[in-house]
């Protein structure tokens, strides 16, 4: 297939891609959430000066897609649907150079066209993770691509190459973890291809490599000599996620049954990554077989494959031992198989584009069917109560209009201090503006267990310490409803209460009190009854 009409085929992909995430975006179907509020604040905060390294709170996941974030700020002002804007960006990036990887695979344009169109509209799970930003899955995926590319091309093999290589395996790093998986794949790829060089040239390309690596993982380096490197090794391996018991055999057996039976499906798109249920479930059975179908038919050929087809197996290996083998095996929701679902639209693209049955093309036709499925899919999920959700916990889910009405409420009665849970806190933060700070100090799970890592900027901490009025807003917990009001009446305080949706507020408080001086027993008693 000649080169221009492949290209511009993959550009329409592009904007089939961008389009459909407007489309949802258009009808709301994102909800605003924490994790992408602190990315937003962190964006405001580098406009007006700050420089932070990591995600705010963590010694994980770079600040890059802050950054980004910050000059879509800059450009277009500080909005929710800029941070959109910037992920939709970032997975056109993925979208083309994913096209040009089932080229340079498969050696076919047709296999690049149906490798962009798989992902223009992609399962449930892709569409969620690259349309809201939880920090770094966009620029992971990005990044992640550019290595296999590189390292599949004649520039793999010339110093310069090998050095921007390096450069962008160490920027990944940085930016966040999951780009380890290319990197790691890639590499080993090129360690292959320059064995040939003779040791000399070998050693020259790897210096490249190295240095660029420095460069890139610059501000991880940097931090790790200010503040030590046990942080960040420890939240580079899971350590954030690392709360199962047991032995470690039991937990790699664990792990592998998760993959099989929640990793699996959320990466074939057969159920969304919040809940274990079948999508559109007789067309997901056909879609289950169109895939294991496949995976026969690659494996019967495997033989023939050319050498580049490995580096994107490896990937695949890489995240699946990563999964089992770590911490990060304790959650299945679905964010961390991304990469897998883009080897598969890939090698599932380059199958297709030459499936024939009879001397026809039918491979076209399974392809409507997965991009059909994948459409069908993503309107029965986002049309749950909680829409298109990152939440998967379901006892911390609140409806999509929850905290813009407690923005509201609180701004409307003057309480501009006070506390909250981690799932309020930040989204407060950023739609006030700022006007409202309520710091995350509540527990939001039915047991309610909580942890210090939720309260991630401490001069939010400050300000709501020095404020002469706070109020409390809670996820619906009678348990912790209870306590406040015993704590608030030993303490000899009046106050006021509401339910605005999903919480429960607490206000005109008499006098302000701080939760550390009556949580720990509340919990107690709790845990008591």
Known sequence: MRAQRWALWVTAAVALAWGWKAFWLGNQAFPFHADEAVVGLMARHILAGERPTFFYGQAYMGSLDAFLVAGGFALAGVHVWVIRAVQALLYGGTIALSALLA??????????IATALLLAVPTVNMTLYTTVSLGGYGEALLIGTALLLLA??????????????????????????????????????????????????????????????????????LYGLHHGWVA???????????????????RILRHTVYFLLLGLPVTLGLRPPWDVGL????????????????????????????????PLLGVALAVVGGFVFTSFGADPSGRYFLPLTQMAAVGLGGWLARLRWRGRAVGWAVLGLLILFHAASTAQAAANPYRLTTQFAPDARVHPDANARLAAFLAAHGETRGYTTYWAAYPL???????????????????????????????????????????????????????????????????????????????????PLAPETFLPACKEQTHGE
């Open 429 to 511: 933060a950023f739609l006030s503006d700022e006007r409202l700070i309520f710091v995350p100090r509540l527990p939001y799970h039915e047991d309610l267990r909580y942890t210090p890592r939720d309260d991630r900027y401490p001069p939010y901490d400050a300000l709501v310490a020095a404020a002469p009025r706070v109020a409390y807003a809670t996820l619906h917990r009678p348990p912790l409803e209870a306590c406040l009001r015993r704590a608030f009446a030993v303490h000899g305080l009046t106050w006021q209460e509401a339910t605005v949706s999903d919480y429960r507020v607490f206000y005109a408080l008499s006098v």
């Open 279 to 310: 999508l559109v479930g007789p067309l997901a059975v056909l879609v289950a077989a169109v895939y294991a179908w496949g995976a026969m038919a690659l494996w019967q050929v495997r033989r023939h494959l050319s050498a580049t087809a490995w």
């Open 103 to 112: 080229r340079e695979v498969w050696g076919d344009g047709r296999a690049a």
């Open 232 to 250: 960040l090794v420890r939240e580079l391996t899971g350590s954030a996620i690392a709360v199962e018991g047991g032995a470690w055999p039991a």
């Open 152 to 221: 599949l091309s004649r520039w793999g093999e010339r110093p310069l190459g090998a050095a921007l290589w390096g450069l962008l395996a160490g920027l990944g790093l940085w930016a966040f973890g999951l780009t380890l998986v290319y990197a790691a794949s890639a590499g080993l790829y090129l360690l292959w291809r320059w064995r040939r060089k003779g040791r000399r040239q070998t050693f020259a390309l790897l210096g490249a490599a190295v240095v660029g690596g420095v460069i890139g993982a610059a501000p991880w380096w």
